[in-house]
């Protein structure tokens, strides 16, 4: 297998702050890495794929100035929301690709005021 | 349209019993992955399937990749109340390293 972790596990923030969230692989590399925004009892809905050493590629819909994606290196990438509100709360998840298979982190959960 | 389609949304059973989860698409994928996610957590890995009509068996879990690489099912035999969980099919498509998730299947396995 292969472990991703994310940091933090769970942000509360006020309104008009941005949060960032980071996504590390820790036993691998990956030159990919995924981020995805979950609603309760729904299932995961991709927002942007992260390119080590070059720009993110977002889903339609989604705000590239809103959600800021880098990928620094080949075991890290951060999303950063920045001026959050509380329409931007939900479960955040991650995943790193190795061999054919998304790898998930744990998830972050963010909640905005 | 969603496309991958899966199958059954909820499922409520009592332990013991069988079932089988499935997930079904007009497209050809590569691969196929099932995953299992608890509440507050990242969906973890079950199993990956790449070839059409592979089998794969995950003590009482089985998994099956249609021969056409369209479909996919999951059968559970006599499920435990650890099986409780969030079920989800994703799928990747030619050479894009992007899923495809199912809607998920919420299955409660009742002592």
């Known amino acids: 297998g292969a472990v991703v972790s994310q940091h933090p596990s769970w942000v509360i923030c006020k309104s008009g702050t941005s949060v960032k969230i980071e996504c590390r692989s820790l036993d691998f590399q990956a030159t990919t890495m995924f981020w995805y925004r979950q609603f309760p009892k729904q299932s995961l809905m991709l927002m942007a794929t992260s390119n080590e050493g070059s720009k993110a590629t977002y889903e339609q819909g989604v705000e590239k100035d809103k959600f800021l994606i880098n990928h620094a290196s080949l075991t890290l990438s951060t999303l950063t929301v920045t001026s959050a509100h509380p329409e931007d709360s939900s479960f955040y998840i991650c995943?790193?690709?190795?061999?054919?298979?998304?790898?998930f982190g744990p998830g972050t959960r963010l909640l905005v005021l | 349209t969603q496309l991958l389609e899966q199958s059954p949304q909820f499922l409520s059973i009592q332990e013991g019993e069988n079932l089988t989860v499935y997930c079904n698409s007009s497209?050809?994928?590569?691969?196929l992955q099932w995953y299992r996610q608890e509440p507050g957590e990242g969906p973890v890995l079950l199993v990956t399937v790449v070839t059409g009509g592979e089998v794969k068996k995950l003590k009482r879990l089985t998994f099956q990749f249609g021969d056409a690489r369209k479909d996919s099912s999951l059968h559970i035999t006599a499920a435990q109340p650890g099986d409780t969980g969030l079920y989800l099919c994703?799928?990747?498509?030619?050479?894009?390293?992007?899923?495809?998730f199912g809607k998920g299947t919420k299955l409660t396995v009742n002592p």
């Open positions: 995943s790193a690709n190795k061999v054919e298979t998304q790898y």
């Open positions: 497209s050809v994928f590569s691969s």
């Open positions: 994703a799928g990747a498509q030619g050479g894009s390293e992007k899923l495809v």
